[in-house]
Structures are given as C-alpha cells and as structure tokens.
C-alpha cells in the first residue's frame, strides 16, 4: 500500500510503525473471510481491509477521528485472525492499537459511552473492585431482561455475563508455592484481575500441576492487571502503568532467585505481556525489562509440553479417558501467540478425545470488554459459535481464555472449563468442578 506521511510524521515511533505495516497490505482481501464483523456483516469497512483503509486516511491527513471511523473501529474485536490469513505479514494488531490511541484521544465519545468505558477500565483491573461488582451483578441478574427492554442493553449484557455463583476471593501475591519432591524447575504465574475472581479453580489447577512435577511457582509481589484489557480499549497511558508494575513485579523475581518461565492462563493476557517488548521499546527505563518479561512469557500449555506430564495412577472418579472434549481455540492463543497443537496434543496425550470446532477462526464474540460494548454482534458471534460445539455433542468444552469461557457458558449447558483443569485431573488432581456438579459428564 503506498503511503504519504511526511518526515516529520515519520518522526513518532508510533506513526514509523504504522507506516511500516501500512506498505505490507497489498489490498488482496484474503483477511475478509476470516474477519467475524465482515462475516456477519457483509460491509468492507467492516474488515481488516476496510479498517486498514479508515485507519490510512485519519493517521495520514492527522485527522481527528469521526463518529463514522469511531463506529467500524470500535466494532473490530482485535481476535487477529486476519493475522493469521494474511500472507504478507500485515500486522494488523498494532495498527489498530495505534488508531484506538488515536481515537481516545482525540474523539469525544458521547456521555454514557464515556462512562460506561471508565468503569470498565477502573473495576475491570482491580480485583477487589470487581469482585464487589460481580456481587452486585450477581444480585441484579434476574433484571437484565427489563435493561434490556428499557434499552439498557451494555448494562444488560454486563449482567447476563455475571457467573451464577458467587465470585472468590482476589487471589493472593507475594506467595511462592514449592515444588513437590526435586525441584526442576521455577516459575512465575501471573495472577491477574478477572481469573482469580470469576475462576479460582484455574489458577490452582496450575500450581497443583505445576508443584506435582517438581516445579516451583510463584506469584510475585505486586502482581496485578497485566494492561490488556485497557490497552485494547485505548487507554494507552494506564494500560504502560499496569504494563510497568508488573514487569517491576517478575523483574525482583528474575533477579533475586531467578525465573525459567513467566507463565499466564489467561491467553488474552499472554498475548499483551509477549508483546511488552514492543509497547515499551521506546522507555529507556523499561525496553530492556521488557523484552526479558516477554521472551520469559509462556502459555501454561506451552510450558506444560515442555515438561513431561505423567498420568495419575487412579484417576479421581473416573478415567478422562472416555471424555469427549469441544476444544475452543481462543484467538489470542491460536491468532494472537500462535499456540495451536500444544493444549490439543496434550489433551489427547491423556486419552480425552478432542474435537475441533467448525469454524474455530472465527471468534466466540468475547473479545475483553467486546461483549459488553457490543452486546449485539457478541451475542450472534456466542450462538453461531455454541451451535458448532453442540453439533459435536461434547461432554465438557475446554478453552484457554477466562472471557471466552465465560461468554460460550452464558449460551450454552455444556460445563466449560479451563484446558489446565483437565490436565491437572488426568495428572492426580481433583476432578473440574463444572464436571462434577454434572456427574463426571455424559459419556461412558
């Protein structure tokens, strides 16, 4: 694609990159196909393509951005599958991060847009504040139908997502859980802001699997949300602030007893921390930490194929083995990190039968915050992907994502669970609770 910018525009590192990926797209469409809005859609502007275009004109001509370009931009869910079909290597994600930046700061979004966005971007990244919102919701739940028709529709899906049982407690910092017999290896995991609260159980699935085969884990002092959630929304400055307390956080880590791994469950999350390098390569303060953290940042299953995992003598309940696993491909982990065969190869290693999803490119309409800023589009993306995993007629489905797990779990009663759960009880651990509320699943 030719480009005008100016030197002087080229002198931003920001703008220089943009610029860059600007020239890779060379206009032949092949993103449209596998771009969910495009899909459901059918409008250009509602395809990487169509973005790239809005996006060329507002950065090149300065240009604030419109109510028009606002619209299509805010309706990309950021799931990078266009990353994953483009053969000329177009880096879509960080363009459209820089033209979020853009927009936040020089688009005035109407007053409840403002608003609504504010409290997500506050309580969304304090776990505190969130639990005491999931509680709220978790009372509120039966009224999201009148929201709804009052045409409170973002209050309404912020309900509807609300978990039917009460959130845990924030997961605690500063805690190193020792590794059972020989130690082999040391860890940090990332405890976050959404996981601990709505899902616990992941977190501990991890470390129960993690210490059992000699690895060492902790969870650093300090930290917290890692600054994905806020990154994709535009919110650059707080999501470097979080993205910079963190890094100090694994930083002590990997410089008083030493790290071989920082590992996330959260593959939204993991997407974000593999590319601190990049966020902060301009931060002389920061560069260099940064992309340590990133080249230390692993999937949990990614870590998990390195290690060797041995089968528990009696499994708990029954054997996994006659479980026929939906396995969900999150965008971040599949388009945004390219970790595709690692948690499926690991499933099947201990006799779970897995099942690919029918259109696994195409995102579940969970996307950060997207389920809740665009209820409509995220609903329709939930259903048709539910509607491919009943086809399946799975016991359980198994993702790497706590948002994708918690929108497929708003549509359908197949129990979701967390990939490392699975994992963790064909390797001596508990059985998922989801799976034992519902007898151990169907089959057998």
Request: aromatic fraction near 4%; glycine fraction near 8%; proline fraction near 5%.
């Amino acid at each position: 694609m030719q480009t005008t910018f100016s030197l002087a525009q080229l002198a931003d590192p920001q703008t220089a990159e943009s610029e860059r990926i600007l020239r890779a797209c060379v206009h032949c469409g092949f993103c449209t196909a596998t771009c969910p809005t495009y899909v459901l859609l059918g409008d250009e502007l509602d395809s990487p393509r169509g973005r790239i275009y809005l996006i060329k004109e507002m950065l090149e001509n300065e240009r604030p951005a419109t109510k028009e370009v606002v619209k299509h931009i805010d309706r990309c869910l950021s799931c990078l599958s266009c990353m994953t079909a483009c053969p000329s290597g177009v880096h879509y994600m960080h363009l459209v991060d820089h033209a979020r930046d853009h927009i936040e700061q020089t688009y005035k979004r109407p007053l409840a847009d403002r608003a609504i966005r504010a409290i997500l971007a506050r309580v969304l990244t304090d776990p505190a504040l969130f639990r005491l919102a999931v509680v709220a919701g978790w009372f509120g739940k039966p009224f999201a139908p009148v929201l709804h028709m009052l045409g409170l529709k973002r209050l309404a899906a912020m309900l509807r997502l609300t978990p039917a049982r009460l959130p845990a407690q924030a997961a605690e910092t500063g805690v190193v859980y020792p590794a059972q017999g020989t130690r082999r290896g040391r860890v940090a995991l990332l405890a976050g802001c959404i996981g601990p609260v709505l899902k616990p159980s992941t977190h501990e699935a991890a470390i129960r699997i993690l210490n059992r085969h000699g690895i060492e884990v902790v969870v650093a002092e300090g930290d917290a949300c890692c600054g994905s959630l806020v990154h994709h929304m535009g919110h650059e400055e707080q999501a470097l602030t979080q993205a910079r307390a963190t890094i100090d956080a694994w930083t002590r880590e990997i410089e008083s007893k030493g790290l071989d791994a920082i590992l996330v469950t959260v593959s939204g999350c993991g997407t974000t921390v593999k590319d601190y390098g990049f966020m902060l390569r301009t931060d002389p303060a920061y560069a260099d930490k940064a992309r340590r953290v990133s080249a230390l940042a692993r999937d949990i299953t990614e870590y998990l194929a390195t290690i060797n995992l041995q089968a528990a003598a009696t499994p708990e309940s029954r054997s996994p083995a006659s479980l026929t696993v939906a396995y969900h491909a999150a965008c971040s982990l599949q388009h945004g990190q390219k970790v595709v065969h690692a948690p499926k190869d690991l499933l099947c290693k201990f006799g779970f039968v897995v099942k690919d999803v029918a259109e696994s490119h195409l995102c579940c309409g969970s996307a950060g915050t997207y389920n809740i800023l665009q209820p409509a589009l995220a609903n329709r993306l939930r259903d048709r992907k539910v509607a491919n995993i009943e086809r399946l007629k799975p016991d359980v489905i198994a993702a790497g994502n706590i948002g994708c797990m918690t929108q497929i779990a708003s549509g359908t009663a197949v129990p979701v669970v967390h990939t490392v759960e699975l994992l963790d009880w064909a390797t001596g651990g508990p059985i998922p609770e989801p799976l034992a509320r519902d007898g151990g699943g169907s089959a057998g």
